[in-house]
């Protein structure tokens, strides 16, 4: 099939096999696995249970968030206020604490305060019509900066210590209660994106959002759905991550937002909206989490180590573009 | 099909060769991790000095020098995590947050790492012991004993402090003002507030001179103030009539040095500091001292140091800068 020109129409469609083997998310997980064995050679320490079972909290949070971010991206939109949610969700929850509410009250907040979040960002973009990478620059200032004016420089701490098991308890040996939690949420998203009318209703906005409206798809509702999800996440993010701190800072979670959209690309969801896959963006989180935690064990520098994820995400996405347009020359001569 | 598959492993091990190139290291060291709040500060890399030479001295230690990019506790929490994995003796750190790194190192120190914080400290749940650069009785004797030294017969001096209500100086100020006494001939005429504003701070000295017109030195105990006084005392060509002194960094006063204006100042010396925590992080993790009221652990040519209370020691007295050494020290900090 690598002779036909590109115009004519094929003799039969690509099998199924044939699509999978060379699909995105077959890549990255050849890459995850390259650098699987790679950590397992360069350092006496990678493979270690109780070690892969703290690497996963170097993703987990973000990895929950990412999910929704990506159906949010694969419609055309992007929500970059996400880290600081997670600011003034564990800002109301430290608050919350210091007026004795204990942790089935602290959940509600954490996970009403990110709804909220999540609708405010929804109503702007959908009812007044603004581009969500303007209005969510504007609400990260926002929601952070109200952070700081409740806490300055000063700290949440005191929290009850049965809500530490969010972020610091294991349901089962190695496996911690974020790890758990993170299966889940990937389960339902993939469930959701992937076999269901709302899914096929996120991609028909992402390609064609005018035809979609067409259709008969209420794109705003869609829309607004969809930044209350990314909201909630938020808030379930924020709760496992100030579990984990036993704390509260205005400065927490800082810069969250664009690991999170990195891991989001990295996952193969087009960033101009269309298409994409959660099982795409698993694989993502666990090749950031492997690559960060194989270069801490070797105390190699973190400014090395952004310069390695930046490296990664261009490579990841250049190589295949490189090898497609050098094998259409190829097949041109 | 197969080819792309080989791409995809290109892909894997392109990235993998930047991994490579560390081997294990040799076991029988005691490996003690120096976590500083960010990597490439001038501050931290001194102490990173001071660490290798107390490893040094001590032989057979190894030292890791780590950090996050950013000033962040969750890019810390990250390192102490893969510390923790590689198994270290000892973890050595600079807090970004004395809370929210607290879980992750109670975690190391169950797991039989040693743990302590130097500079910025970690509560008291969270490491064995915390070294302060110096203490509040130590700084207020220094400031004033800076300036005492280069007023053989006496006069006047005055303080310019930060704001009114700056916490730091306040207490140093009034420390220096209980061993006043001890300084026969020094009358303090004057503390004023340049609230660390350098144009304030260098009318408020501009307004020291001509109030007191014999005065001989300004005492500063803030890099800002210190800096806008030489500033001020050069401006008025009063070099040499009035001494600025107090505490600065040597990399903005080594002109006020090589001008005269400033005959000297103090401010903690950070290889001072790393080489201290380095001797404690040894002490203690191998036995020879215990983290405990009233302990004393030795800290090789430094003396040693005291625990009170909460298990927090003083090193020493601030460090003096004066011609003699500014050289060496404005490249670092």
């Keep these: 099939m690598t002779e036909t020109p590109r115009s004519s129409i094929p003799d039969r469609l690509r099998s199924p096999l044939d699509r999978r083997l060379k699909s995105w998310e077959t890549l990255l997980l050849a890459v995850a696995i390259a650098i699987f064995v790679v950590n397992s050679f360069t350092s006496p320490y990678f493979l270690n249970v109780w070690n892969l079972s703290d690497m996963t909290f170097n993703f987990t949070e973000k990895a929950m968030i990412a999910f929704a971010m990506a159906l949010l991206i694969i419609a055309g939109e992007i929500d970059l206020s996400v880290a600081s949610i997670i600011a003034l969700a564990s800002t109301a929850m430290g608050a919350a604490v210091q007026v004795g509410v204990g942790t089935p009250g602290l959940v509600l907040i954490g996970l009403g305060v990110g709804l909220l979040c999540g609708a405010f960002n929804g109503v702007l ?127 927490i979670a800082v810069g969250w937002e664009l690991e999170i959209v990195t891991m989001v690309v990295l996952g193969g969801v087009n960033i101009l909206g269309g298409s994409g896959s959660t099982p795409g963006v698993v694989i993502a989180a666990f090749v950031m989490g492997l690559v960060t935690f194989g270069l801490g064990l070797l105390n190699v520098p973190g400014i090395v180590m952004s310069i390695v994820i930046g490296a990664l995400l261009i490579g990841v996405i250049a190589l295949p573009r490189l090898w497609q347009t050098w094998r259409l020359q190829a097949a041109k001569r | 099909m197969k080819r792309r598959t080989f791409t995809s492993l290109v892909a894997g091990m392109s990235l993998a060769a930047s991994l490579m190139g560390t081997s294990a290291m040799a076991q029988d060291n005691m490996r003690i991790a120096l976590v500083v709040k960010a990597l490439g500060i001038g501050f931290f890399e001194a102490a990173a000095e001071g660490a290798e030479e107390a490893a040094a001295e001590l032989g057979n230690v190894e030292i890791i020098y780590t950090g996050p990019t950013d000033t962040t506790a969750e890019g810390q929490i990250e390192v102490i995590n893969s510390l923790i994995a590689q198994g270290v003796d000892a973890i050595a750190i600079s807090a970004n947050d004395p809370d929210a790194v607290s879980p992750a190192l109670q975690r190391a120190m169950q797991r039989g790492i040693t743990v302590i914080s130097w500079d910025s400290g970690v509560n008291e749940e969270g490491r064995q012991m915390h070294l302060n650069p110096s203490s509040t009785p130590l700084i207020g004797n220094t400031i004033l004993k800076l300036a005492a030294d280069h007023m053989p017969d006496g006069g006047q001096v005055a303080i310019l402090s930060a704001s009114a209500t700056a916490t730091n100086q306040n207490a140093w100020i009034a420390a220096a003002e209980e061993v006043l006494p001890n300084y026969p001939g020094i009358e303090l005429v004057a503390t004023v507030y340049g609230d660390d504003l350098s144009d304030k701070s260098y009318r408020e000295a501009q307004g020291l001179m001509a109030s007191y017109p014999d005065l001989k030195a300004i005492i500063a105990p803030t890099t800002v103030g210190i800096l806008a006084s030489c500033q001020a005392v050069s401006d008025a060509g009063k070099i040499g009539q009035v001494n600025v002194t107090g505490l600065g960094l040597p990399s903005e006063m080594a002109g006020c040095v090589e001008s005269g204006a400033t005959k000297s100042f103090a401010i903690w010396n950070p290889i001072d500091l790393g080489y201290s925590a380095t001797m404690i992080a040894h002490a203690l993790a191998s036995g020879a001292a215990t983290a405990e009221p009233g302990a004393e652990i030795p800290t090789g040519r430094m003396g040693s140091v005291t625990l009170d209370d909460t298990n927090t020691a003083a090193m020493s007295d601030p460090f003096t800068y004066d011609a003699s050494n500014i050289d060496q020290f404005k490249d670092i900090f």
Aim: hydrophobic fraction near 50%; aromatic fraction near 16%.
């Design chain 1, 125 to 251: 973009v959908t009812r007044m019509g603004l581009p969500s990478i303007v209005v969510t620059i504007g609400t990260m200032s926002l929601f952070r900066g109200i952070s700081y004016i409740v806490l300055g420089d000063q700290a949440y701490r005191g929290y009850p210590s049965d809500f530490a098991f969010f972020g610091q308890g294991y349901v089962f040996w190695v496996i911690s209660f974020e790890f758990v939690l993170f299966a889940c949420l990937a389960i339902i998203y993939y469930v959701l994106l992937h076999k269901t009318n709302f899914g096929r209703a996120v991609y028909a906005i992402g390609n064609n959002p005018v035809g979609a409206e067409f259709s008969g798809i209420r794109v705003a509702r869609v829309k607004f759905i969809l930044f209350l999800l990314t909201g909630l996440m938020s808030g379930v993010a924020a709760i496992c991550l100030t579990s984990r701190l036993a704390s509260t800072r205005p400065s």
